[in-house]
């Protein structure tokens, strides 16, 4: 769905990203790990089109990226990010709305609303959608965000393959909702979408990972095709804390435990 | 937000327009000489050639020489300075931003400076063919020179710094105000006194030429400026997050920035610098129904006109039979009010968001 060639990121003579092959398999859910600064959100920004890599090349669905125009682009793929400051009152459902702007002229269609509610109902946050969004707490506006951004992937009959980012989705949210959300994301995942995520914690990765890419130092040290085959020497390698995998008969994954 | 939140955008909409209507009668009728609702009736009827009912010629050319294009231009120059903040404030994502912040207000009033000054200079003989858009064109051209000039200043690593932002409109606000102080002490005497009247603002040399020029480039802005709403919207977000919108957020930037410049700077160059409409306008709208950039730039529009309008009465009543400077009013009514805004910013801040 998604590749990089020979990409590669510099700010000045900082290399935060050295020059990397990598493709990211269609329908998948993939998921990113590293230590602070290993360069997975920078490796995000070039996939997703935010950045230009200082080298190299992107393709998505075999075509450059940078053949894309930003609306061909905003109709494909989805970024949640980790932050959002609205400097400005605005309420929940017009941020959610925002998701389909890339679809619309100047009004939404019944159909962008329909969707906005069906993903605000997903995600549990309907009750507030007349709320002034710069009034919600850190857990309730990531929500209110990964609304929005399913709306603006929604799959559709006859829609084309969606890519969704996810650049730590959960850090704001509590367990319940940390798993929630992934599950949703695994849902859409089983479609025609792939997931590209940033995850700090795991066993949340080990969970809902198709494939897990480790990166340190700007490169992709390790990558996972069966999440199952973690080792203690891995998690070491690139976090630098030493750890025991339990295989418990109740659960169908392995657990780390630091 | 607030009571006005049940209350439906078309509604409010239809509401501040029949406040507008009602100003727009009182400002037409208020003055040296009132002339009565009946008699404004009358004299429009006759103009339309429907009844020859007697009408008083003086009144009747009054108002359609003097009374009405200004009240018409109090209008329209409400709604490109008010519509002008609104973007502004969009674009920095800052509640504090207005036309005369960033430099784009003082850049106009130098442009325009030049123009009243060396007017027939030499200097002005290529793009002599402009005649009377000469100065709006100066005018233009001084507004987005500052404005870029803060804008480069302050947004650097796709973030504004509004501190930055704060201090380069300062030093730019200096330099154009100097030079215009510099042109004001340079010029001959009756040059120096309408630019030192024009830099407080004034709407008393409205006529129907300058009311044609100003509506041009306020309906164009206007236009332009709802194109811009929904990306306004998403840039709230961030840059980036706007980009992933489909915004091409450095494209939408210049062309914001080209539209504010229009707007404040036509309006400038007629009517001198008006200042705090722009900031307060889109605060009261803000307050009402949040900030949905096409709610703000069409009730901008409204509420701009009505609020200029009635400052421009007080303009005409308070100290009659002279008059003030519309500037002097403003700034009187603003600055408490920005005060006002000032102490929410700080008691909300410690909430989390700017309106609490």
Known sequence: MVRGEGISFRVGKQVLLRPTDVGFAKGKFHVIMGANGAGKSTLLKLLSGDQEPSAGNVFLAEKNLSSYSKTELAVKRAVLSQHYHLAFPITVNEVVLMGRYPFYGINPSANDIAICRKAMAMMEVEKFSERDYTTLSGGEAQKVQMSRVLSQIWNEEGSDNKLLFLDEPVSHLDVKYQYQLMRIAKAFCGQQTTVIAVLHDINLAIAFADRILFMKEGEIRHVLDDVALVTPAIIDEIFGVSSAIIHDERHARPIVVF | ?356
């Open chain 2, 1 to 356: 937000m607030s009571i006005f939140q049940k209350i439906h955008y078309r509604t409010l909409y239809i509401v501040l327009g029949l406040v507008l209507l009602f100003c727009l009668l009182l400002s037409a009728g208020v003055g040296a000489v009132y002339l009565s609702f009946g008699e404004i009736v009358d004299f429009i009827r006759h103009k339309a050639g429907y009844d020859a009912a007697a009408v008083n010629p003086i009144h009747e050319g009054l108002f359609f020489q003097i009374r009405l294009p200004r009240t018409v231009l109090c209008v329209l120059v409400g709604a490109a300075l008010s519509v002008s903040g609104a973007m502004m404030q969009s674009l920095f994502r800052n509640p504090i931003v207005e036309p005369g912040l960033i430099g784009t207000s003082a850049g106009s009033a130098l442009g325009a400076a030049l123009i009243i000054v060396l007017g027939k200079a030499s200097l002005f003989d290529s793009i002599s063919f402009l005649g009377d858009l000469l100065m709006p064109f100066c005018a233009f051209l001084g507004g987005l020179v500052a404005t870029l000039l803060v804008y480069s200043f302050s947004a650097s690593l796709n973030k504004v710094n509004i501190s930055i932002m704060i201090l380069a409109g300062i030093a730019v606000n200096a330099i154009a105000n100097g030079a215009t102080g510099f042109l004001a002490y340079m010029a001959r005497d009756p040059q120096a006194r309408s630019i030192t009247f024009w830099n407080l603002g004034s709407l008393s040399g409205a006529n129907w030429k300058i009311v044609l020029i100003v509506a041009v480039s306020t309906f164009t802005g206007l236009f332009l400026a709802l194109r811009f709403a929904k990306p306004l919207n998403a840039l709230q977000l961030g840059e980036s997050e706007a980009g992933y919108l489909g915004v091409n957020t450095k494209r939408m930037k210049i062309s914001v920035i080209l539209v504010n410049t229009l707007l404040v700077s036509v309006a400038t160059s007629m009517v001198g610098i008006i200042a705090f409409v722009g900031l307060i306008v889109p605060h009261f709208l803000r307050l009402m129904k949040g900030s949905d950039n096409r709610y703000l730039m069409i009730g901008s529009a409204l509420l701009g006109a009505i609020v200029l309008i009635v400052a421009d009465l007080v303009c005409r009543v308070i100290i009659a039979p002279a008059e003030m400077p519309i500037g002097i009013v403003t700034a009187f009514v603003g600055a408490p009010v920005f005060l006002w805004l000032l102490t929410r910013a700080r008691r909300s801040a410690s909430k989390g968001g700017f309106y609490g």
